[in-house]
């Protein structure tokens, strides 16, 4: 299984980005998926995850409202649109699958991960 985390860059405060995680060798239909993200002298921690069964998502109270995780069955791909970004959002963001129909917080619970994208927002 591999996992194609893109889309990060630099972006000015209040602005917006999506993130994209291509996979290979697994359905994503049949898994839940999730966002992560390690921001530099900090642990890694949970952003979002989809249950893509039923659709279900959940959402670390740092980024309800303003990040939003949809997945496309067609293109096995998950997606993380971030808007109204703030300098703490700056991260490496990393997807990773499970394979579970629960929602899970914990990067642990997770078997797969991608190799991370950086997203760095300015004041």
């Known amino acids: 299984v591999q996992l194609q985390a893109s889309g990060g860059g630099l972006v000015q405060a209040g602005g917006s980005l999506r993130l994209s995680c291509a996979a290979s060798?697994?359905?994503?239909?049949?898994?839940?998926t999730g966002w992560f993200r390690q921001a530099p002298g900090k642990e890694r921690e949970f952003v979002a995850a989809i249950n893509w069964k039923g659709g279900s998502t959940y959402y670390a109270d740092s980024v309800k409202g303003r990040f939003t995780i949809s997945g496309d069955n067609a293109k096995n791909t998950m997606y993380l649109q971030m808007t109204s970004l703030k300098p703490e959002d700056t991260a490496v963001y990393y997807c990773?699958?499970?394979?579970?129909?629960?929602?899970?917080?914990?990067?642990?619970?997770?078997?797969?991960w991608g190799q991370g994208t950086e997203v760095t927002v300015s004041s």
């Open positions: 990773a699958t499970r394979y579970a129909f629960s929602l899970s917080n914990t990067g642990t619970s997770y078997d797969y």
């Open positions: 060798g697994r359905t994503f239909s049949r898994y839940t």
